[in-house]
């Protein structure tokens, strides 16, 4: 099935763990992007690629790292978890991004990470 | 750097036609303007986009006004399962030219019996 999948759905890490968030899509997309979303708040930006081996930050990349090898994955490091990272992390992919663009995103069903 | 202005929250009966506002005063001749929606905690969904001409699909229709700087979603006949957060977003600018969508907080659309 052609889509975003994101692994895992779910994680709990103590404070000062450090995890890979795993983001893979099959349809070809250059851009790819990942966006965390806290209680009452929208979808905030934290990196993006527009193909690979891009990267950039986004709004909030603190605390967060991104590498783009394929251009079928883009994975998510947390490398020291804090409790300020409980969050909904989802993964978008795009056929393009530019400005004037009519692409939409494709979303994965979102990881629920808890940071203990 | 939200560039575009819902309500937060709507009512609608189930059955009846979902008319969801959105300001986009900001936006330039060439931009479109996506819809998109939230279930619970699922991942955005994809509902419709538009530049100037009103666009319908199997789930929606998009009105934009002449001046582009509103539009209307319409769900014809909501029904419980459209419960949802309702996103109107126009593309943001990033470095060189990579734009983003950006998401605020939308639209929560109630639909009630």
């Known amino acids: 099935n052609a889509g975003v999948t994101q692994t895992p759905k779910f994680q709990v890490l103590k404070t000062g763990q450090s995890m890979t968030l795993q983001c893979a899509q099959d349809m070809n997309h250059e851009y790819m992007s990942w966006y965390r979303q806290d209680p009452g708040m929208g979808l905030r930006l934290i990196h993006y690629s527009v193909g690979a081996g891009i990267t950039d930050q986004g709004e909030v990349p603190n605390g967060y790292n991104v590498s783009r090898s394929t251009t079928e994955d883009f994975p998510l490091r947390l490398l020291s978890a804090a409790p300020s990272q409980t969050s909904v992390y989802f993964c978008?992919?795009?056929?393009?991004?530019?400005?004037?663009?009519?692409?939409?995103?494709?979303f994965g069903s979102g990881t629920r990470l808890t940071v203990v | 750097d939200a560039k575009t202005t819902q309500p937060p929250s709507m009512d609608c009966a189930e059955g009846r036609a979902a008319n969801l506002p959105c300001n986009h005063s900001t936006i330039s001749g060439n931009e479109y303007v996506y819809w998109y929606r939230q279930i619970h905690s699922q991942g955005p969904q994809y509902i419709i986009h538009g530049l100037k001409n009103n666009e319908t699909n199997e789930m929606a229709s998009l009105i934009i006004t002449e001046d582009r700087k509103s539009s209307t979603l319409i769900l014809p006949h909501a029904t419980l399962r459209d419960t949802a957060v309702y996103y109107c977003i126009v593309r943001v600018p990033l470095t060189g030219t990579a734009s983003k969508l950006t998401f605020g907080t939308g639209t929560r659309l109630q639909v009630t019996l």
């Open positions: 978008a992919s795009s056929y393009s991004q530019t400005l004037l663009d009519n692409y939409g995103y494709t």
